[in-house]
């Protein structure tokens, strides 16, 4: 498959792209300092920056699908004027876990522990979570991490959810960057979800 990573120098993007590479897929990886991006087999780097997606659009154009592992300063609004203007019609969003669920189905961001430094930047991924749904032409998929996730191994074994935060048995969530990315390039392949948010964790 032929995929474009926006984003692709950032701790999620660049585990993402080591990822497709590694599996033999072609990869158009996009940032603003592509510089910092491995020099990867099937790689080609663009320097671009996604608040214009009349520049991006054209480089991601003719590809299987395209992965945003942006930061949410970049409003839905613009990465969806890339999928338009490109024509590509899958987008996977790597999201935030702000607006899971807990164990009585109360959102995390809505909880008496979210930590209030966080707030802004949640309420940012919650409004990209909640315009995808409004857009009604993309096949978009948001995939929500575990709580915490941190640079670490890439063991290969985690489980998925849907809209509720996965925990392990000392009470956790989280998940290595490393293996979120196999998770990510197995939906790139798989297609198993579809304009809706899926979530994972050990």
């Not at 991924?125 to 995939?143: M, N, P, Q, R, S």
């Not at 640079?151 to 998925?160: A, Q, S, V």
């Amino acid at each position: 498959m032929k995929v474009a990573v926006l984003g692709a120098s950032g701790r999620a993007g660049s585990e993402i792209v080591k990822e497709l590479s590694a599996r033999g897929h072609e990869v158009v990886a996009v940032a603003r300092h592509p510089e910092k991006i491995a020099a990867l087999p099937g790689v080609t780097t663009h320097q671009s920056d996604a608040q214009d997606p009349a520049e991006v659009a054209p480089l991601v154009a003719g590809c299987d699908a395209v992965v945003s592992a942006l930061t949410f300063d970049v409003k839905a609004d613009k990465v969806l004027a890339i999928m338009h203007q490109s024509g590509v019609n899958r987008l996977l969003v790597t999201g935030g876990a702000a607006s899971l669920k807990d164990e009585n189905d109360q959102r995390l961001i809505d909880g008496p522990d979210f930590p209030p430094i966080w707030r802004n930047g949640a309420q940012m991924g919650i409004d990209f979570f909640y315009a995808l749904k409004e857009d009604k032409d993309v096949d978009w998929v948001f995939f929500s991490p575990a709580f915490n996730i941190f640079e670490g191994p890439r063991l290969g074994t985690f489980r998925l959810g849907k809209e509720h935060l996965i925990k392990d048995a000392a009470g956790e969530s989280k998940i290595s960057f490393a293996d979120y990315a196999i998770a990510m390039v197995d939906e790139v392949e798989g297609h198993a979800h579809s304009r809706e948010r899926f979530t994972i964790g050990y």
